[in-house]
Nanobody
Framework: QVQLVESGGGLVQAGGSLELSCAASGRTGSVNDMGWYRQAPGKQRELVATMSRGGNTIYADSVKGRFFISRDNVKSTVYLQMNSLKPEDTAVYYC?????????????WGQGTQVTVSS
């Protein structure tokens, strides 16, 4: 089992910055990819950014050049630096940890942290 706890959300004005953190506990050695998804009211959960254990990254087009994901494998923590925030970035941000064992993939989710960007 893997547990994920996010922190760092809040209210910020458009153009501002926030950093989210997500700390994993439990069987952290089994976690491959870690990253972030978000869900705005009335919308589906969508990928924001992910990073593999080796450092390969994937970003949503809507955040490229503004958001930056990083990861500390020793601390089992993933970060999301969010710059130049826009009102459309308002959402609940969820941390994800992906475990792949014997060709079986299991996703673990954090409880979510609210990010609100005011115009």
């Amino acid at each position: 089992q893997v547990q994920l706890v996010e922190s760092g959300g809040g209210l910020v004005q458009a153009g501002g910055s926030l950093e989210l953190s997500c700390a994993a506990s439990g069987r952290t050695g089994s976690v491959n990819d870690m990253g972030w998804y978000r869900q705005a009211p009335g919308k589906q959960r969508e990928l924001v950014a992910t990073m593999s254990r080796g450092g390969n990254t994937i970003y949503a087009d809507s955040v490229k050049g503004r958001f930056f994901i990083s990861r500390d494998n020793v601390k089992s923590t993933v970060y999301l630096q969010m710059n130049s925030l826009k009102p459309e970035d308002t959402a609940v941000y969820y941390c994800i940890g992906v475990v792949i064992v014997l060709a079986t993939t299991r996703n673990y989710w954090g409880q979510g942290t609210q990010v609100t960007v005011s115009s």
